[in-house]
């Protein structure tokens, strides 16, 4: 299976009472069971700058700056931090 072809996140889940792990992981799991997740690391990436575009500047005043500087100042930070968060 190719990255592009897995899944966003797989589900590993446990016995809510012996807490005793499934030998199976599942995309969805509506049980009661205690879950384990595990999220595609380009997918976690993306969810999290689209997060930091959507949300940044309710957070962080940079209209100081003015025009289109702001949206150059937001780009860059969004690569540095998918950079920052590549590295091991």
Not at 27 to 56: G, H, L
Not at 64 to 83: C, M, R, Y
Request: glycine share 4%; proline share 1%; with cysteine.
């Amino acid at each position: 299976m190719k990255a592009n072809e897995a899944p966003e996140r797989i589900i590993l889940s446990a016995d809510r009472d012996t807490q005793i792990i499934n030998d199976e992981w599942v995309v969805n799991d509506y049980t009661d069971n205690i879950k384990i997740e595990y999220i595609r690391t380009d997918a976690f990436i993306e969810k999290a700058c689209e997060f930091i575009e959507q949300n940044i500047t309710g957070y962080i005043d940079v209209t100081h700056k003015g025009g289109e500087e702001n949206i150059i100042l937001q780009s860059e930070f969004i690569e540095d931090f998918k950079n920052y968060i590549k590295e091991k």
